[in-house]
Structure formats: C-alpha cells, structure tokens
C-alpha cells in the first residue's frame, strides 16, 4: 500500500509519558476500521450522523486525504492516540484527537473532539491527549480560545473537560446532528490567558 513519507510531517508528533499522538496514515487502515468496529455500540450515542439522510460512505483512503488537505490548509488536525510503552516497533491505537473549525483573523479559534476505545477509559488518558493537543494549539498554533462541546447526558465526556478544567459556557439547542437526531450539547472554552501553566502541568498537578 503506497504511504507518503510527506503526508507524515503535516501533523506534528505529541508525546507525553504515556501517550505518542501522530498523524494518521494508510497504513493505518486495518488497525483503525477494526478499533472503531470493536468500539461500535460504544461510540454509537454520541456519534455525528448527517440530517439529510445515511451519505454515500466515504472509503478510508478519501477520509485520510480530507484529513491531509484540512491539515494543508490549516482547517484542521486529527491525531491517533497511541501507547508507545506497550509495543515498541508499532504502538497501538487506543482512540483519536481531533481539532476542527479553525479560524484565524481576530477569533484564532479551535475545537477539540475525541473518543476513546472503551477498555482504555476512565484511566486518565483522555484528559492527558487532549492536553497535549491543547499545549500545541495555544504555544504551536497560536490560538486564543478553545472550546468542547459535549451531549450533557455523556458523564465520560463530561469528566475530561473537568480534568481540563474548561469552564461550562452553557446548552446550545439542537447543536449538532448524533446518533440520527439534533441534538442538545453543553458547550465548554479555554482562553490562553487562563492558562498560567502548560496543560499537561495543569492535570498532572490535579
């Protein structure tokens, strides 16, 4: 399968103790269809579906060049989480990070998406790769504010922007489109200011 050692270099690599985010590629294709297959029903309720109906579905190899020309473009990133510790040659996959709806100009703005395989939840991994992503974007990409926006009925979810310490902007009505249904979502935004230290400082302190 052919890979582009260029592609690679359009999302940096994050690295904490536990946890290698990078850019996903071909080669990962097997590996991911098979975690979000084993994640399916898992993921499912909180899953975003299109209001104009089931789309034609789009294949691994065009979700990865959305991917590549967002991050060309600067519209967006996607990491893959990965734990590095367990496997050497080839970490595996636990979940992904994604930041979307960047604007430049006078919002330099961003937010933040992400799920999880769920045997790795509720071990603080979560909190800790969104913290890496978070310390880019604020000191790499130089954005000002990021939000996360969360269905109120989604605890798991709920507990990582507290780890994070994101503060609670209020409901948006019929926000986004989950699961088959417009659904209601609590948004919740960082400001760089309020940050005095790096994210990741921040929860290995809590």
């Not at 999302?11 to 990078?22: A, G, Y």
């Not at 990070?97 to 999880?116: D, H, M, T």
């Not at 603080?124 to 000002?144: N, S």
Request: charged share 25%.
């Amino acid at each position: 399968m052919f890979f582009s050692p260029r592609a690679s270099r359009l999302v940096p690599e994050l690295t904490s103790d536990r946890l290698l985010l990078r850019q996903l590629t071909l080669r990962d294709e097997r590996e991911w269809l098979n975690l979000r297959y084993a994640n399916s029903q898992w993921l499912k309720p909180w899953d975003p579906t299109s209001p104009l109906g089931v789309p034609e579905p789009m294949t691994y190899t065009q979700m990865i060049r959305a991917k590549d020309e967002a991050a060309r473009d600067g519209s967006g990133y996607s990491w893959v989480i990965a734990l590095p510790q367990l496997r050497q040659s080839r970490p595996p996959l636990i979940g992904q990070v994604s930041l979307s709806s960047v604007q430049y100009g006078a919002a330099r703005s961003g937010s933040i998406g992400y799920w999880i395989d769920g045997s790795h939840a509720g071990f603080g991994l979560m909190p800790e790769a969104c913290a890496l992503v978070i310390d880019h974007c604020f000191q790499d990409l130089d954005l000002h504010r990021l939000e996360i926006n969360i269905r109120p009925e989604n605890a798991a979810s709920l507990r990582v922007v507290e780890k994070l310490g994101f503060r609670d902007e209020g409901l948006r009505r019929a926000y986004l489109h989950i699961n088959g249904a417009w659904a209601d979502h609590r948004t919740f935004a960082l400001n760089r200011e309020e940050l005095s230290t790096t994210m990741l400082e921040r929860i290995y302190e809590r």
